[in-house]
């Protein structure tokens, strides 16, 4: 496993969001590079990726450079974390939340979408 190209995340094509229809869960990473909180969540995507980078495709969007993006999945601020799971949205969680909130959710979710 290539940790840095798993916390870089694939760009997700804004023409094509097949990506979210799969068996797999799928979360999308809503941020900025300016901002602080998003920064601050980082640390909690790279244990994501390190526990669940089998079960989750991680998927990251610079809500500046890829606006039309956030438009369509209704995304306004950063951090914000979108989770689906056969094309549908799940889960969303906003702002900074504790590791440990944010991984409990995330377990939880593949606990009972599975």
């Not at 640390?43 to 089998?54: A, G, K, S, T, Y």
């Not at 998927?59 to 914000?80: G, M, Q, R, W, Y």
Request: neutral net charge; glycine residues 4%.
């Amino acid at each position: 496993m290539n940790l840095e190209a798993l916390i870089a995340g694939p760009k997700l094509d804004p023409f094509s969001f097949e990506a979210l229809h799969t068996n797999k869960f799928v979360l999308i990473e809503f941020s900025t590079s300016w901002n602080g909180a998003s920064h601050i969540m980082a640390p909690v995507i790279r244990e994501l990726i390190q526990q669940h980078h089998d079960d989750i495709k991680i998927f990251k969007v610079d809500i500046d450079s890829e606006s039309d993006i956030a438009k369509k999945l209704n995304v306004t601020k950063a951090p914000c974390f979108q989770i689906y799971h056969e094309g549908k949205l799940i889960d969303q969680i906003e702002g900074i939340v504790s590791k440990k909130v944010f991984l409990n959710k995330i377990k939880i979710l593949l606990r009972n979408y599975n």
